[in-house]
Each structure stands twice: as structure tokens, then as C-alpha cells.
């Protein structure tokens, strides 16, 4: 009978390859995070996304807006959670603690705001399919960094400066979210009272139009600071190239509201733009 031995060499070999292989594949997937901003900022300066009160027909079939947003924001929690045992951090508390904000804003994104949506919101308007679509394939790209960067590739979990950068990031964060969470309540709530769209007012509302962008690009500064990272940087700079000239777009909107609309409110950062 002849037995065979594992060779301890073909293993190492096999191992080392794999490793190169999902460092080949993070980077880039790094890369198109950052090339994939300027044409999402370019694109969304001549043609708005058609939800919303861009709504318009002519994007292909569409689904209710509340299952919409579950479904392609999702990936961002449970591709995060499947990935992040595969780390080399995947035991050490300072990884849990530092995707722990990160997890926390998705969870009220995937799951509570879009109940919230359903309860409030009195719109038949449809979701296009497409565009839910290129949300989850980015959220699939992004979630895949993020829990991939905090879980196994981050090297500065013993540095002396990590507390300081993750609380630091943490308030920035923290008040971005509370920003976003408020201005998302009013327009739910402006919503639910029917009788087509209306002025925001009071608060966030009385310096830009859309506090709800400005409170999330805020919250990934935040987390930017946090993950002290080119993987965060590069989700904060993504956030800005979509979320500013869809603001920008809001606030022209809202102009057509000539009477009503304050000729001092910003678009999206209080005091500029």
C-alpha cells in the first residue's frame, strides 16, 4: 500500500499564491474606486438619477422604492459579515469595534430606513430596477473593501496614534450620522403629510437644501479618519462624486418654490455650495 504524504512545500506554495491573488484583486479593486468617481461626478452633473422628484419614465421596469433600497444597499451588511472571518484581524477587538460604525449606519440603511419609507411615504412612484442595479454592484465593490481593509489588510492595530484616529473620526461620524438620521425624518415626515413635495424647514434645512447628503458625506469623513486608509478616502471622495451634483440638482429643483425658498440656503455645504 502506498501512502502519500502531504508536501508541506506545495502547501506553502498554494497558500502564498492565494494570498497574492487577493491582494492582486483588492488593489485593484482599490483602483476602481477611484476611477470610477470623476465619470459618477461628470454623469451625474448632466443626468440625474430618475427617482425621487426626478422621477421619469423611459429606465426600464421598477420596483416599490422601500425594496429597492433593501435590496441594493444589503451587500454592505451581509457581504461585510461573510467576508470578515476570512481576515487576519477577524479576533482582535479593535477590528470589531472599528467596523462596528460602518455596520451600524447600513443597518439603518438596508433595514430601518426603508421600513420607515414604507410606512411613510404616499408616493406610487417606482424604483428603476437598473439603477438599484449599479447602487448594489457598488455597494458590492465598496462593502468588499471596507470589510476586507478593516479585517485582514489594516497594520496599525498596535500603533500608539489608533485610539486617537478611530475617537476622532468617531465624533465626526457620529454627528454626520445624527444630521443625515434628522434630515431623512423630516422629508419621511413631509412625505407621509401628502399633498405633493414641499419646502423643508427649520434646522440643517435653513442652511442647505439636502442635509441628509451633507450629514452622510460628514459621516465618511468620519469613518476616512477612523480607518486612517486609501480604502476610506477613496469611499469619502466616491461620496462626494455622487452625492454633490445630486444635491446640486435638489437645490435647483427646489428653486422652482421661488416664493417659499430662502435665496440664502446653500445646496449641500453650509456657507459654499
Known amino acids: 500500500m502506498c501512502i502519500v504524504t502531504p508536501n508541506p512545500s506545495s502547501s506553502s506554495s498554494r497558500n502564498q499564491a492565494m494570498a497574492l491573488l487577493d491582494e492582486s484583486l483588492f488593489h485593484c ?53 461573510l467576508l470578515f472571518p476570512f481576515g487576519q484581524h477577524f479576533t482582535n477587538p479593535k477590528a470589531l469595534i472599528l467596523i462596528s460604525p460602518y455596520l451600524l449606519h447600513y443597518f ?10 414604507y410606512r411613510n411615504s404616499r408616493s406610487t412612484g417606482g424604483f428603476p430596477v ?10 458590492v ?5 471596507q470589510a476586507r481593509w478593516v479585517s485582514h489588510y489594516k497594520s496599525d492595530y498596535d500603533g500608539g496614534m489608533f485610539w486617537c484616529k478611530f475617537f476622532g473620526g468617531l465624533v465626526v461620524f457620529v454627528w454626520g450620522m445624527r444630521i ?11 412625505k407621509r403629510e401628502g399633498g405633493g413635495y414641499k419646502v423643508p424647514r427649520g434646522g440643517w434645512f435653513e442652511l442647505v437644501s439636502c442635509p441628509n447628503y451633507f450629514g452622510e458625506i460628514v459621516e465618511w469623513l468620519g469613518w476616512a479618519v477612523m480607518t486612517w486608509s ?44
Open 108 to 117: 439603518h440603511r438596508t433595514c430601518i430606513y426603508p421600513l420607515r419609507m
Open 130 to 139: 437598473s439603477v438599484a442595479l449599479m447602487a448594489f454592484v457598488f455597494n
Open 180 to 190: 443625515n438620521m434628522w434630515a431623512d425624518r423630516v422629508l419621511l415626515g413631509l
Open 141 to 145: 465593490l465598496n462593502a468588499y473593501l
Open 29 to 81: 479593486s482599490l483602483l476602481s474606486l477611484y476611477l470610477i468617481g470623476p465619470p459618477t461626478f461628470i454623469s451625474l452633473k448632466f443626468l440625474q438619477a430618475p427617482y425621487g422628484k426626478h422621477h421619469r419614465p423611459g429606465w426600464g421596469p421598477t420596483i416599490s422604492p422601500p425594496l429597492a433600497w433593501f435590496l441594493m444597499e444589503s451587500p454592505t451588511l451581509w457581504l461585510t459579515i
Open 230 to 273: 486609501w480604502v476610506g478616502f477613496a469611499f469619502f471622495l466616491y461620496t462626494c462624486a455622487n452625492l454633490v451634483p445630486r444635491a446640486c440638482a435638489n437645490h435647483k429643483w427646489y428653486l422652482k418654490f421661488q416664493e417659499d425658498y430662502p435665496t440664502n440656503r446653500k445646496a449641500v455645504i453650509p456657507f459654499l455650495c
